[in-house]
């Protein structure tokens, strides 16, 4: 006799998502992995989110309201209404293929001891095409496995599939960062128990340009490296497997890469102020602070430079 499939709690904070939720909601509500709930929880939207949640008709998806503060409190106040032993999360702009579910659930089930599963995924929607399929590495196969998470979990938030008493134990998602708060949770399961890869694209991000990219990128930045502060504050026998400087190129080497990142893409704002923060902590090489010391000049001059550099042969 065939055992019942275990519940599945989908988290999805909305906020002012019209334009995107109803393409993310029929991508849960279409899973092959029917024995699911989906939770939306409406951070204080102002359009008419909530006119398009109350024209669905499934009596497994149920909505929460609250006042708008933020994506990290309700995705918390949605796992504290969830009632799954799994839990997933999606945002309002994001979607599954339609066998995501079932086969991030059937690793866990083929690894009873892995917290996590976690599988590929994709960034569609950018301009003049689509991002490349990207397989994040198998961790658990590295023998420095730790190191490689705590310097940048490599997937998404909506390409996991965890176990509810692992995201308990590890105390939730950190209200104090403004982003990367789906990086600290994995860092701490990831480094606590084994999780395991399911190497297919399930997941795709829809990427969306603007300036709102240019915000995010400096603010992911800054707050992955604060993420990496609170886990080593938090996990002090975690610093000692590393000697100073060994650590201050996971932290400082990771934050200099993401400003190098949006150096080269000519997204000179973001890159200003994480240069600024990688300056402050007296990290990288002489040719790094060549292309960093600029930085302090005033916003148009070094946009000048830039512009000369880019029109010489």
């Given amino acids: 006799m065939k055992l019942p499939s275990p519940l599945i709690s989908v988290i999805m904070p909305c906020f002012n998502g019209s334009k995107h939720i109803w393409n993310s909601i029929s991508s849960v509500l279409h899973q092959t992995f029917t024995n699911l709930e989906l939770i939306v929880v409406n ?3 102002t359009d008419n989110t909530l ?3 109350n024209t669905i008709e499934d009596n497994r998806l149920w909505v929460i309201n609250q006042k708008n503060a933020g994506v990290c409190k ?6 504290k209404a969830a009632k799954g032993e799994f839990i997933a999360f999606l945002d309002a702009d994001d979607t599954w293929a339609p066998d995501c579910l079932s086969k991030l659930y059937q690793g866990l089930i083929n690894h009873p001891h892995a917290a996590l599963a ?20 198998n961790y658990e196969l590295l ?4 190191a490689l998470l705590f310097e940048n979990c490599r997937w998404p938030i909506h ?8 995201i308990e134990e ?3 998602f950190d209200e104090r960062l403004l982003t990367s708060e789906d990086f600290l949770l994995w860092l701490k399961i990831g480094t606590r128990h084994q999780i395991t890869l399911v190497p297919e694209v399930l997941a795709y991000y829809h990427h969306h340009d603007g300036v709102q990219a240019t915000k995010n990128s400096e603010k992911t930045a800054i707050n992955h490296w604060l993420a990496q502060q609170l886990f080593i504050k938090e996990n002090k026998t975690f610093s000692q497997n590393f000697d100073t400087q060994q650590l201050r190129k996971l932290m400082h080497g990771e934050l200099l890469r993401r400003g190098y990142e949006c150096y080269w893409k000519r997204d000179l704002k973001a890159a200003r102020t994480i240069f600024r923060s990688v300056m402050k902590n007296h990290y990288g090489s002489w040719r790094d602070w060549k292309y960093m010391l600029p930085s302090l000049l005033p916003y148009q001059l070094h946009r ?9 042969p």
């Fill in 43 to 45: 951070d204080g939207s």
């Fill in 51 to 53: 006119e398009i949640l």
């Fill in 74 to 79: 309700a995705r918390n106040n949605g796992l």
């Fill in 118 to 137: 976690y599988c590929g995924w994709q960034n569609i929607g950018l301009t003049g095409g689509q991002g490349k399929p990207f397989i994040p590495p």
């Fill in 143 to 146: 023998e420095n496995k730790k």
């Fill in 159 to 166: 390409a996991t599939l965890t176990r509810r008493l692992a």
């Fill in 170 to 172: 590890a105390g939730l």
């Fill in 304 to 312: 000048a430079l830039i512009e000369k550099m880019d029109s010489t």
